[in-house]
């Protein structure tokens, strides 16, 4: 099998070493004997989304967010077809917000995002920074990680995480993120598929099914990443009493 991994504006939206979400995952497949390509993109690319297995974009100062959905818009349609056909789609910190139907600044001003979602995201005078814990129903293991915003995401519909310590979406939830069949949105930094090695596991045999549904995934073990993730839940759970 081969598959190829789109790292999205890898310059502009790479805050808090969140590559490491597209190495660690380029790592676990090619352990499954998958022959793996890493296209990294930006600004003025012309892009094919559908010539993609899976599509990372990670986090970056508001400056650069905006940029980078600036140079986004133009390719909406072709963004909204890749994830009907069930391209595999992890956004996380503030990338996310960018698929949303708009942000708003803290002094009015709208910047209409992709609308391929039914959220929007508004700016905070202040920056919120949490460690978290959060559960998926998908997932039989908690989620541990970190997040530093300055927005807060609201009327999210189909939410990825229920928050159990830490914070949510906004000041007033406790969901976490947005799921839409194979796209993955949350504002987790850290980067959130080395913490969380069951979460790295479920992207990457979503990514090999979608590809060929019959392909058997092994089971691989990483003794360190499993040993660091469940000394973090460990030691985040005593703080939860």
Sequence with gaps: MELRILHLYHDLLNLYGEVGNVKILAKN????????TVKSSSVGDEIEFSDYDFI???????????????????FTNELRDAIDQGVVVLATGNSFEIFGQYIRETDGKIYDGLNLFNFHAERSKVRTSADIIYSA??????????VNKKSMAYDIDNYLFKVKFGVGANENSN????????????????????R???????????ICHAKDPNFEFKEIKNENQVKAFETALFELSKRMG
Excluded: C, W
């Design 29 to 36: 497949l090619m352990k499954q004997n998958i022959q793996v």
């Design 56 to 74: 990372y974009l990670g986090s970056g100062t508001e400056k650069n967010q905006l940029v980078a959905l600036n140079d986004l818009s133009p």
């Design 137 to 146: 129903d998908f997932l039989e293991k908690n989620i541990v990680g970190f």
């Design 175 to 194: 969901v976490e993120g947005i799921r839409e069949n194979n796209f993955f949105g949350t504002y987790i930094i850290g980067p959130i598929l080395v």
């Design 196 to 206: 969380n090695p069951h979460f790295l596991d479920y992207i990457s045999r979503l």
